[in-house]
């Protein structure tokens, strides 16, 4: 049998949540049943890094594991969607966008092994949220502390832009994975203006407290909200650290570096 273009789940990649035996979803309705049905956020997990419900996301990451970029010629692409990745139990939870072609579509975790992450794991670090300043592949000894990270789109898109429909199909996957860990955030840090538009629906969902008129979207935006329990969260918003804006100076590390220092501070009980 031919190999496929992706990593087949249980065949020992670092970090791997799925098995041979994890249910697949294939169409938008599976997303949403799997979803709510997951028994553990482990279980979760598993199911979002086997799922197939977007043609169009599904040929392109399987695409990009076949032709690689030269750097990465010789390595293995992951080539299967992004589960969300960290302390199962966070304070502090990260979103962002979906996962890069040649970073987590190439390596299997979220922000790892692209310019993004650079950035971002080394203010994670200076800010005490990661155990090592780098995050190069799964396995790499990196660890969230007190941390969890999510995308919106758990698999790579042309262009870096998934459509509204695939953003929709998606959705599930993130609003079982925010009203899992609700309980214990307390701080929720938004990379960029798309992670914070789509928050917003799935917050509500998960029984969040939303003011409105929805807050504008800005580097260091920040919003109080009412979590489930009745505690309060922080919602934080930050330019992404992409390459086009940490290049050109729109973000800089001290930047970051205040974000995620406000996300680590204690909130009022």
Request: glycine letters at 10%.
């Amino acid at each position: 049998m031919t190999n496929p273009p992706f990593v087949r789940p249980g065949t020992g990649w670092p970090d791997d949540p799925a098995g041979p035996d994890t249910p697949v979803a294939h169409r938008p309705e599976d997303v949403a049943a799997l979803a709510a049905d997951a028994p553990t956020l482990t279980e979760l997990t598993a199911r979002q890094s086997v799922c197939r419900a977007c043609p169009r996301l599904v040929a392109w990451r399987e695409r990009v594991a076949v032709e690689r970029r030269r750097a990465y010629a010789d390595e293995p692409y992951w080539g299967r969607p992004i589960a969300g990745w960290g302390d199962e139990r966070p304070r502090v939870l990260i979103v962002g966008l979906a996962p890069a072609a040649h970073g987590g579509n190439r390596t299997g975790r979220i922000f790892t092994g692209d310019r993004s992450g650079d950035w971002l794991f080394a203010s994670l670090h200076r800010t005490g949220l990661a155990a090592i300043p780098t995050s190069t592949h799964a396995g790499d000894g990196q660890r969230l502390i007190g941390t969890r990270m999510v995308a919106t789109v758990r698999c790579a898109p042309p262009d870096n832009k998934p459509t509204p429909a695939e953003r929709a199909a998606c959705r599930p996957w993130l609003a079982r994975e925010v009203a899992e860990v609700a309980g214990g955030v307390r701080s929720i840090v938004a990379l960029g203006g798309y992670a914070w538009q789509s928050l917003w629906p799935v917050l509500g969902q998960a029984g969040f407290g939303l003011p409105r008129p929805r807050p504008v979207f800005g580097h260091g935006a920040e919003v109080e909200l009412a979590a489930p329990g009745g505690h309060p969260v922080r919602l934080l918003g930050s330019y992404h650290p992409s390459q086009q804006n940490t290049f050109t100076g729109r973000v800089t590390a001290e930047m970051l570096d205040a974000i995620f220092t406000r996300a680590a501070a204690p909130t009022p009980a």
